[in-house]
Structure formats: C-alpha cells, structure tokens
RNA sequence: GGCCAGUUAGUUAAGUGGUCAAAAACAUUUGAUUUAAGCUCAAACUCUUCGGAUUCACAGGUUCAAAUCCUGUACUGGUCACCA
C-alpha cells in the first residue's frame, strides 16, 4: 500500500535526499563536449533567524531551471555558498560574547540543514564561505591587482600601474590627467613633465600614484554613525539615519579606501544594453550612476575683495544662460569666504551657521524649504555683461558638478521657487511657455530675450552655445555623473583585512606569497570609537615594526560577493582565483536569481570587478551575469505596539519628564489624525491628554527612570510625533478574525526579554475596551519584524514537494506577496492526484496500451505548455498546466505508460522526490537527473477540423465545425444558409459577413 | 514631486484583438461515499422570465469584433529624491 500520505511521504522524500547524496548526482565536472549552463542563487547571508519561506521562493525557481536545463542536456553548473561576513555577527558578538566565526558557522550550519531538506540539486563540493581565509585569501589579492590598476581614459580600460610609471617617466602626465580634477601639485599645478617625475621622492610619486589607482586611499566625506561606531555605506543609510537599528548619522572626513568605480559610469552604462534585466532594474542601475549631459560654464566675477577672478558652473541648459538671473553657490564651497563683501558678511555668517546646525535628517525632510543668502559679489553674464547676484544655498550640492549653479528661474522649478522667495527678477526667455507661476522646463521653446540665440528652438540652441562658449574658451561640454566612488573600508572586526603594509603612511602592497592576511584572533569587537575599527586594538597586530603598520579597516561584505560567481567554477583551486580553464568553459552566469534589494550596491560592485579583471585580462567576458531574475519578497504580517511619547511640564520639578506609554490603536489613530487635522481631530487629541494625564495622577504609569509622585501638579503635557514609534513583537493574538485586531498578550508583553523592550516592566498601557490593540502591516519578512514563518513547518506537513510547487504556484515570481498557507491543500492534492493515476488502490499499477490520440494530445499540449513557461520563467502557468494535465488525465482514467512516463521527467524539476519514486517505480535503474526531457510533437496538437463560434454582431450566438481546409465562401453558404442565423437576419441580407478562418465568423446585420 | 509598473469574479491569479461569462487554485454551497468528521468523487458559484442581458477600476475613442489597442481620470505598488 502506497497512498501519496504523509508518512510515505517523508520515507519518500528522506529516501531519495539520501541517495542523492550518496551516488553524488549533482557533483559538477567540466565537460566541454557538453553546452554549460549556469544557474546562480543570490548566496544568502546566514541569520541566526534560519531560513525563512522567503529565502527559498528564488531558490525553487532556480533550482527548477537547473534541473531543467540538466534533463535537457546541459552541463549545469548551480552551486551554493554563503554570504558569511558582515555586520550582524559582529553585533551577536558583543551583545552574547561569541565570536562570529562560531556564531556564523553555526547559522551556516543550520542553513544548510533548511536548504538540504528543500531537496535543491546544489554541487555542494563547490560551496563557498566569504569568510573562509582560502576565499578571502583571492578576494585580498583581486583587491591588490585593482590596487596595482590605473584607468587609461584613452583606452577606456584598466591597465597596470606600472605601465602609468612608465609613461610618467617618458612624458610626465600631459596625456593622462589626475582623474580628481581638484587634486593639485605641491606647487598648485596639475601637470608634471618626465623630468619633473624623476626629481619626485617616493612618497610624492606614491602620492601622484594613488591619485590614478583602481582603489586608493583618500580623505573621504562618509556616512558615520556613532552608534554603530562605523561608516555606512550609502545604501545603509536610509533617511539620515542607519539600515539596522536607525541611528543618527552624520558626514565626516576619513582617511579611507575607496574604488574608483566613476571611470567605470560610462561602460556600467553601456553594458546594461547587452544584458538582460528587467527594464526596472536597468531604470535603477542608470538612476544610480545618473548621467547628465551638459556645459561647464565659467563667469567673471565681482567681487569686493576680488580675490576670486570667475567661477564655473555645470548647467545641463547652456542655451538658457540669457535666463540667467542669479547664482547659487553650494555654502561649502571654499569660494564663499572670498567673495562674500563686508556688508553681507553677518549674512552670510548666520546662514552658515545654519546649515551647520541642520542635521542630514533635518535638510531632507525639509527639501522644500527655501533658504539663502547674498554674497554681495556678482557674477558677469559673459554674453550680455549683465550682472547677476551670487547667492548661496544649501539646495545646492558641494559634492556635484562644480558646486555652483546659474539659477533660471524661467525654466527651473527649485530655481523659481528661489526668486520668488527672495523676491529676484524673473527673466522670461521661453515665452508664451512661461506663465509667470511656475517654471517650465520646456525643450520646446523657441527662444526669445536671447541675443544671438533668438528665434531658435531650445534643443538647437544647446549645440550653438557650447560652440560659442568653446570658442571664447569659457566653458566645454561637460559630463556628470551622480554616482560617487565607493567606500571601501569598515571599521569592523568580521571582514578581510586589507592585504597592505604601511610604511611611512604610504600603503604598499603585501606580496601574494604572504596572503591571506587572516584575520587575528580577538575576542573584542567593540569599535575603538576613535573612528577606527575593533583591529585598532590589536596593537601587536597593527604594528609591525616602528615605521609599519596595518590597515585596521577591513573591507565591506560587498567586496566577497562582487567576485563568488567566479571562485564556484573552480572552488579548490589553491594557486589562482580560479583556473582559466574553468572560467573559460563556465563563463558568465546564463541566469541569476535574486531579490531586488540588492539591485545597486551589490550588482555594481560585481560588475566592476568582472570589469577590471576583464580589462587585466584575467577574464574573458566583462559582465558577470546574462540575464537576472528578480524575484519579489514573501511579505508577514507584522505585529507592533505604538509607542508614544509625550513630555510632562510640571513646577519644582527637574525639568520635562518624558514618561513611556503604550497607545493602543485606536488612541493612537486619534491622536495621529488630530495632529494632521486640527479643525476635527483637536477634540480627540485633547481626549486622549486628559486620559493620559489621569493616568499619570492615578500613579498608573511609572517608568524605572522617573519617579512620578502622587498628587503631581502637571503644567502642561505635549505629544511628541517625531519620536520612533513602533515596537515590533510576536506576542500578538488574533482573537476574531473579522475585526482584523490583534490583541496584545499584555502579561506576557510585560516579562518579555526581548532586548529592545527591556523597560517592559512598568509600561504605561492606554488602552481600548480593556484591550490593547496592536498596529499591524504586511512587510518583509525579517527577524526583527518578528513576522517570520519557517519552511520546516510547512515540510513537516506536506513535504518538500508541496513546498515547491506551492510557492510556485502562488503567482509571478517577480511579484511580491504575503504569505499564507491558505491555498496550499491545492498544490498537495493535485501531487496526490498525479499519484494517484499511477496507482489502482495504493499499488502501482501502469499499462502498456496504446495512448490515444486524445491522451497524446493531453500530453503535448502539456510539454509544450511546460517548456515554455520554464523558458520565461512563468513557473505559475506550468503548474497550473500541470493541473490541468492530471485533471484532464484523471478523467480520462489514463495509466499509459507511454503517457505518464514522459510527464514524470517534465514534473521533476518541480518535484523531484515524488518524480524520482515514480521513476524507480517504471524499472528505471538510474536517477531521473540523467533522463531527457521529451520534445513535444506539434502534429498531436493539430486539429484537421475547427469549431467555429458564430458571431452576430459581434455577439457569439452559435457554433459551428467546418474543416480547417474549408474555403472562406463554404464557410459562409454554411454559416449564412444555417438555422440560427435565419432566425437572426428574419430573411435580410446580412451588410457584411467576415470569416477568419481558424477563429470565427462574424456576420454583420 | 519625477520616472516605471499595475488595477480581472469572495481571495490568489491566467489571459496582449475574435474559439472569453474569462484557465488554475483557494474559499463557499450542494450531492455521492462515510455512523460522523476528514479524505475522495461529482456539481454549482453575475443576473435571468433560460430567449437573453450586463460584466475585467472609471469615462471616452478606434474596430465588423475590445479584458486585450488608444486617450483622459482615479487609485495601488516599486524606485529615486534638492544631481542643476
């Protein structure tokens, strides 16, 4: 007896996990008699969380492909690995006490166990771990050659340095500019002769040096966050504050590495047409290096001290400059000081040290805010000499183009909002386009106010200018872009070291014999607070001779994801990164599967790494990955409490007492929706402080900092809505399902250990109906939104193979969705149904018959339906086709083998232990891995005879079977001559009768 | 706010001009089986006087024919966010 049940179910699945791992099926050789095909999962980062349903949905596709594209005959290579350094094993460290590299191994090994239980066809020989010295060990030494590399601009690629020296030392730097346009000379110049070069002591040509490097050390305006006691990557600071706790963060200059990855925007650019990314992805990859073509235009000053003879600006608008009324200079930009006059200089002090005073979060949440103020100096309008007033603001960015701008108000939202503000002509260039309210950024206009640029359409005029401008030698076409080089080092413990000696304060390079550089043994991973990384306190480590040290930063975790792709192909290898051979034969990644998150970062880095080492010629292909799939999150619900906070006035005490208290949802709404309008919500808001200061009179609300006394005199109790306001917890019961509410535990809330709500004690709890209501949204699923479901629950209860095909089937897999187990009896019962047609009462049971032409027909249209959907990545449509199969089979009570036999292989790839004991069950000695997938057979999909609908009107009212062969004015006779259009036409002629042969008639009254 | 994508039955979701009252699954209801529940099987699931009528966010348009193409509106999601 064999019903498909839950035992069998788990013999079946444990059977064949075993066996798979035992005859080593998915163990992966280089064969170059076969195609490869390489097919690549995002490695995920091991969390102490485990794996949640969400990991495996990009996984199970992948794994699908592979398994696909093996029983099509490709050699695929689809390995695993992990993503093992990084910030939180860093943080589990300092707040348990265990070290990462247990910790991680640890999580890995529980990944692992998850993954295993998935039935994924991963090469685990090939596994990689970032964190493992003989990973890391050519993660350092690729880090050294991008080191040992310069871009030649004139080639439009890297070379070595030593080939940059050579050149130096024959002809100075006339041909290759210092790609820091800002960078200068010790004697203020930018150009060095051969002669010049030789004279240079060592440090200065290392000086010069670093300025070309691939990756260089400079000082460096980065994300610091004094909490974390680190720098932060651009992408982990989100609004101001950080990714993982949101901390204050601020800009500082550190001396740190970076990767000039800006001489790469230009072909990061280019190569994004030959690849295939969904068009989103594209669109947020070219928004990240955001290029912007347009005019370096340079402006005589004056000034009253006149130290500063002109000034440039970029302008994406050059055939606007008649527009221009006044200019707008970046408060940081080192001019101001120098042109600011004496009567506008305690003007210009107050606004500076206002813009001081804003934090990152403040200016970006006020970006509509207007403010400025006037230098007193004027620029010259080159064209016309009329003079235009240099102001300074801070929605003009330091860090971009020239740090300066020509404000045309006519034409610029931001820059008319500007003049309107402070009151500044507005000159009118577009014409009848500008209505004198808003700015209209218009190409269409033709110009007018514009000397010699009027009559001419805009987009004419850009090209006349820049002519004009080039002429006179005061400006050029200039391009920008907006992505800035990226920051290299971390001040962390749990990364690569930098593979680097400094002597003297110049890093040279460690030599590849003495790599890697491992990390030493700590047990201190607090950062040193200084700025500096945990490595800092490791003196002996730091330090190795008196005029020697190390680098205490180790690089970010992008740095052993940007190359893993390539280290898969040859994971053993101990002398290179990987051997030609095998980069040669598995080349680029034909398919990667990830989440979207990782869309800038992580992608950009990977594909200027492959860049470089394509260029270095290490590598023959320079983009890593074909084509991506993004796959979308698996959404929780997640459960929070409001946190609210309000400040308590009262007399003769220390000062204002911000006691905690918890709203619940309801108050909270009131209290939220008070504050946004005060016509109607004034009395809810007035409600809720009455309730809460009798709360506090009542002594209801104690904290642990303040002590609150009896009969307390309260001035006045305000509401803070700036303040955090969630707390996110899994101690949250849906009661009735109807009122969607859920219901706090409050006891439990109470003695809950979580480490963030320590204070739980003595909360102060507002609630409704004696109930606390919690907040609830659907997001992604994460350890901290305690809304994780874990795959192992849903194994246990219906197998690996439901879990597969279920998270198929839940839609597109670039969609996003919240999980629910709601549909999952679905996804089993059709398996059991697939079961069942090979089985008569529990025994397996086939014959040997004959197919008919309706089974075959079943069958084709099946695999034919099922390849395609694969080929597009459409896994929901396929197991919807598969359904329908056993449907349309169940019904035909078909269990012909030379029916069933082929679905087996075409249902593998979804469910392969199922599939895998069917296949032993038909004799087959050998693992279904190794069958081939059946072609499908168009003639069994043919039809020699058609069922027209008959259409009156465009209404279908009948049908009709004519053979396919039949002419178009058979049809019609039949059609015009039958019963049922009689009744319609009542005898008339029809105006017009259209016969598409194959589809439809329709007849036209 | 800019850009991009989307809006289909109670739910998830297929469907890029005709074979569409719209696949598949879930949920719901009914019947068979069962002592019963579950499972399984069969069927119903916009309205209907059974002729038909009205439907794929809303409003227009193109066409012999529109869920599908075009225009506008509303809403939802993603992404970037003072980048000159």
New binding site residues.
């Given amino acids: 007896m064999a019903e498909y049940s839950k035992d069998e179910i788990r013999k079946i699945e444990d059977k064949w996990r075993n066996r798979w791992v035992e005859n080593k099926v998915y163990k992966t050789e280089l064969d170059p008699a076969k195609p490869k095909y390489y097919v690549l999962d995002m490695f995920p980062y091991p969390s102490g969380a485990g794996l949640h349903v969400g990991h495996p949905l990009g996984y199970i596709a992948s794994d699908i492909v592979a398994r696909y594209k093996r029983v099509k005959g490709f050699n695929v290579l689809h390995p695993m690995g992990f993503d093992a350094f990084g910030l939180p094993a860093e943080q589990y460290a300092i707040e348990h006490g265990i070290h990462p590299a247990i910790s991680t191994q640890e999580n890995i090994q529980n990944f692992k166990r998850q993954l295993g239980k998935i039935g994924f066809c991963y090469d685990w020989d090939r596994e990689v771990q970032t964190c493992d010295p003989k990973y890391y060990k050519w993660t350092q030494w690729i880090f050294l050659q991008i080191f040992d590399s310069w871009y030649n601009r004139k080639k439009e690629k890297a070379e070595r340095v030593a080939e940059l020296i050579k050149t130096f030392e024959s002809e100075g730097n006339k041909q290759h500019a210092f790609p820091n346009t800002k960078f200068r000379l010790a004697n203020d110049k930018d150009v060095f002769t051969s002669v010049e070069w030789k004279s240079f002591d060592e440090k200065t040509q290392q000086e010069i040096l670093m300025q070309y490097r691939l990756a260089y050390l400079a000082y460096t305006d980065v994300n610091w966050c004094e909490a974390l006691g680190t720098v932060l990557a651009?992408?982990e600071v989100i609004n101001g504050v950080s990714y993982r706790g949101g901390f204050p963060v601020v800009k500082r200059q550190m001396r740190q590495w970076s990767l000039r990855i800006t001489e790469y925007a230009e072909r990061l650019l280019k190569g994004l047409e030959e690849i295939d990314y969904s068009?989103?992805m594209k669109?947020?990859q070219r928004?990240?290096i955001?290029k912007?073509v347009?005019a370096k235009v340079v402006f005589n000053l004056k000034s009253e001290k006149a130290i500063v003879p002109s000034m440039t600006?970029?302008?994406?608008?050059p055939e606007t400059i008649f527009g221009v009324d006044f200019m707008v200079v970046?408060p940081e930009h080192e001019m101001v000081k120098d042109i600011t006059s004496a009567a506008q200089q305690g003007e210009i002090d107050k606004y500076l040290k206002y813009v001081e005073s804003r934090s990152e979060i403040e200016?970006?949440a006020?970006?509509?805010?207007i403010s400025g103020a006037f230098t007193g100096a004027y620029a010259i309008n080159p064209f016309n000499n009329k003079q235009i007033p240099v102001w300074i603001s801070?929605?003009?960015?330091?860090?971009?183009?020239?740090?300066?701008?020509?404000g045309?108000p006519c034409g610029?939202e931001?820059?008319h909002k500007f003049a309107r503000h402070f009151n500044l002509p507005i000159t009118n260039i577009i014409g009848k386009y500008y209505d004198g309210t808003d700015a209209n950024p218009t190409y269409d206009a033709i110009l007018e106010n514009s000397d010699f640029l009027n009559g001419l359409p805009m987009r004419e005029g850009i090209t006349v200018v820049v002519k004009k401008l080039e002429e006179l030698g005061i400006g050029t076409k200039q391009i920008?872009y907006?992505m800035r080089d990226a920051g290299w080092s971390r001040q962390r413990y749990w990364g690569e070291p930098f593979p680097v000696i400094f002597r003297d304060d110049i890093p040279y390079a460690m030599e590849e014999k003495d790599l890697p550089l491992t990390l030493p043994p700590s047990d201190n991973f607090k950062p040193s607070g200084s700025g500096e990384g945990p490595l800092a306190n490791l003196k002996e480590w730091i330090n190795i001779g008196p005029h020697e040290r190390r680098d205490s930063n180790t690089m970010p975790t992008h740095a052993g994801a940007a190359w893993y792709f390539l280290r898969y192909m040859d994971p053993h290898n101990d002398k290179e990164f990987a051997g030609r051979k095998s980069l040669d034969y598995w080349n680029q990644v034909d398919v990667y599967v990830g989440g979207?998150?990782h869309?800038?970062a992580h992608l950009l880095y990977a594909r200027l790494w492959t860049k470089v080492l394509a260029d270095l010629g290490y590598i023959n292909f320079d983009e890593p990955f074909k084509k991506l799939i993004n796959q979308g999150k698996i959404t929780g619900i997640s459960k929070f409490v409001y946190r609210a906070v309000f400040r308590v006035f009262y007399p003769g005490g220390p000062g204002d007492i911000t006691p905690l208290l918890l709203v619940s949802k309801g108050h909270y709404e009131a209290i939220n929706n008070s504050t946004l309008d005060e016509a109607t919500g004034e009395k809810m808001f007035t409600q809720a402080l009455d309730q809460f200061k009798k709360l506090i009179i009542n002594n209801t609300i104690e904290t642990n900092n303040y002590e609150f006394r009896q009969n307390i005199d309260i001035l006045e109790i305000e509401y803070n809505s700036s303040h955090p306001i969630r707390i996110y917890t899994q101690l949250a019961i849906q009661e009735d399902k109807s009122s969607n509410g859920w219901v706090l535990d409050i006891d439990k809330f109470k003695n809950w250990s979580e480490k963030s709500w320590s204070e739980a004690k003595n909360l102060g709890l507002f609630l409704e109906n004696d109930r606390y209501i919690c907040g609830s949204s659907i997001e992604k699923m994460s350890k901290s939104l305690f809304n994780v479901e874990n795959p192992d629950d849903v194994i246990e209860a219906y197998g690996a193979d439901t879990l597969r095909i279920y998270e198929m089937?839940?839609?597109?897999l670039e969609?996003?969705?919240p999980w629910s187990t709601?549909?999952i009896?679905?996804?089993f019962?059709?398996i059991?149904?697939f079961w069942?047609l090979f089985h008569d009462n529990g025994n397996f049971k086939i014959s040997d018959a004959e197919p008919t032409r309706e089974e075959l027909k079943v069958l084709h249209k099946t695999l034919k339906k099922v390849e395609q959907d694969i080929e597009n990545f459409?896994f929901?449509?396929s197991?919807?086709e598969f359904?329908?199969c056993a449907?349309e089979l169940?019904?035909l009570k078909c269990n012909k083998r030379a029916i069933l036999e082929p679905l087996v292989i075409a249902l593998s790839p979804f469910a392969p232990h199922v599939a895998e004991e069917l296949w032993e069950k038909f004799g087959h000695k050998d693992t279904v891995l190794n069958a081939k997938f059946p072609q499908y057979d168009e003639q069994y999909l043919k039809e020699n005879a058609?069922?027209y609908?008959i259409?009156i009107?465009?209404?279908?009212?009948a049908e009709m079977k004519f053979g396919l062969d039949m002419s178009k004015e058979d049809i019609e006779k039949n059609v015009l001559a039958s019963e049922i259009v009689l009744k319609w036409t009542e005898g008339k002629a029809p105006k017009?009768v259209?016969v598409?042969p194959?589809?439809?008639v329709?007849v036209?009254l």
């Fill in positions: 651009n992408d068009d989103s669109e947020i928004n990240w955001g912007s347009g600006v970029f302008t994406t608008r970046a200016r970006m006020e970006v509509k805010k801070e929605y003009v960015l330091a860090g971009y183009g020239t740090g300066a701008i020509m045309v610029d931001r820059d920008n907006k979207s998150e869309a800038v089937f839940l839609g597109p969609q996003s969705k709601s549909g009896d679905g996804s019962k059709f059991r149904r069942n459409s929901n449509t197991v919807s359904m329908i449907n169940t019904s058609f069922n609908p259409s009107n465009g209404k279908v009212r017009k259209i598409v194959g589809r439809i329709n036209v």
